[in-house]
T-cell receptor, first 111, second 112 residues
Framework: QQPVQSPQAVILREGEDAVINCSSSKALYSVHWYRQKHGEAPVFLMILLKGGEQKGHEKISASFNEKKQQSSLYLTASQLSYSGTYFCGTEWETSGSRLTFGEGTQLTVNP | DAEITQSPRHKITETGRQVTLACHQTWNHNNMFWYRQDLGHGLRLIHYSYGVQDTNKGEVSDGYSVSRSNTEDLPLTLESAASSQTSVYFC???????????FGQGTRLTVV
């Protein structure tokens, strides 16, 4: 069962902020975030572990709410290079190393 | 540098033919995965392996099989290709749970 991402798509102007959400119906062990440019492979951004950890990566950060089984990706002061499709990948407590991805959120940053 | 490679990058095949997509990684990772990517569905897990001789079915495994005879390779076989299997296929590997996954460049498969 895939995690649910929202929104499905978002369009921004350069410098604006965005939030992408990922929720799971199963207890999460960790959440991964990846970005994919058109025609390329997904590229790793960050991992969040069970425990409500928040991580940052330049102007991209994420949080993990264990109680709600949700993670959010925050993109601040967006740049043109942030355009792409963002995927959350989840590991459940009972899934071992199996990594299941959501349907993706298409982010477009315009000048 | 260690890497993960897929071959071929593009493939056109006919309905009913058997097709094998190759995936080779040089990180010595135990965990390997095959996903298919279709518009509106994101990345869906087909099969995965935690080590040599270990294979497991994912969410959309019907019509696909894998084998793991060594650490480096996880070939994906379409037993009898169908038009519904037209997709972009990604292979990925990682060392263990809670580590990042590395993706191959993908194989675009068209079944006509």
């Amino acid at each position: 069962q895939q995690p649910v991402q929202s929104p499905q798509a978002v369009i921004l102007r350069e410098g604006e902020d965005a939030v992408i959400n990922c929720s799971s119906s199963k207890a999460l062990y960790s959440v991964h975030w990846y970005r994919q440019k058109h025609g390329e492979a997904p590229v790793f951004l960050m991992i969040l572990l069970k425990g409500g950890e928040q991580k940052g990566h330049e102007k991209i950060s994420a949080s993990f709410n264990e109680k709600k089984q949700q993670s959010s990706l925050y993109l601040t002061a967006s740049q043109l290079s942030y355009s792409g499709t963002y995927f959350c990948g989840t590991e459940w407590e009972t899934s071992g190393s199996r990594l299941t991805f959501g349907e993706g959120t298409q982010l477009t940053v315009n000048p | 540098d260690a890497e993960i490679t897929q071959s071929p990058r593009h493939k056109i095949t006919e309905t009913g033919r058997q097709v094998t997509l190759a995936c080779h990684q040089t990180w010595n990772h135990n965990n390997m995965f095959w996903y298919r990517q279709d518009l509106g569905h994101g990345l869906r897990l087909i099969h995965y392996s935690y080590g040599v001789q270990d294979t497991n079915k994912g969410e959309v495994s019907d019509g696909y099989s894998v084998s793991r005879s060594n650490t480096e390779d996880l070939p994906l076989t379409l037993e009898s290709a169908a038009s519904s299997q037209t997709s972009v296929y990604f292979c990925a590997s990682r060392r263990q749970s809670n580590t990042e996954a590395f993706f191959g460049q993908g194989t675009r498969l068209t079944v006509v």
